[in-house]
């Protein structure tokens, strides 16, 4: 497997036809939120702080205590 430069990917994808950027696209977003995920699986696991902090701000959510950005 070749090894590619970001500045080589970069290139690639703006290189895209409009169709299969768009499914790049969406690839792309899957890819971040599955990392994303995982990253946030692994930080609930060492950091009982960060757990402590999500179950707040869940309760404050169901509780309507949350606004729209």
Same mark, same amino acid.
């Given at each position: 497997?070749?090894? +590619?430069?970001?500045?080589? %990917?970069?290139? @690639?994808?703006?290189?895209?036809? @409009?169709? *299969?950027?768009? %499914? #790049?696209?969406?690839? #792309?977003?899957?890819? *971040?939120? @599955? $990392?994303?995920? &995982? $990253?946030? /699986? ?10 402590? /902090?999500? *179950? *707040? @701000?869940?309760? &404050? #959510? ?6 729209? +950005?």
């Amino acid at each position: 497997m070749t090894t +590619l430069s970001v500045s080589d %990917v970069q290139k @690639a994808v703006r290189s895209l036809p @409009a169709t *299969e950027f768009s %499914v #790049f696209s969406e690839w #792309f977003d899957t890819y *971040e939120q @599955a $990392r994303w995920d &995982d $990253r946030l /699986a692994s930080d609930q696991q060492t950091s009982p702080a960060l757990l402590s /902090a999500i *179950e *707040e @701000a869940k309760t &404050d #959510f169901r509780d309507g205590q949350c606004t729209s +950005l």
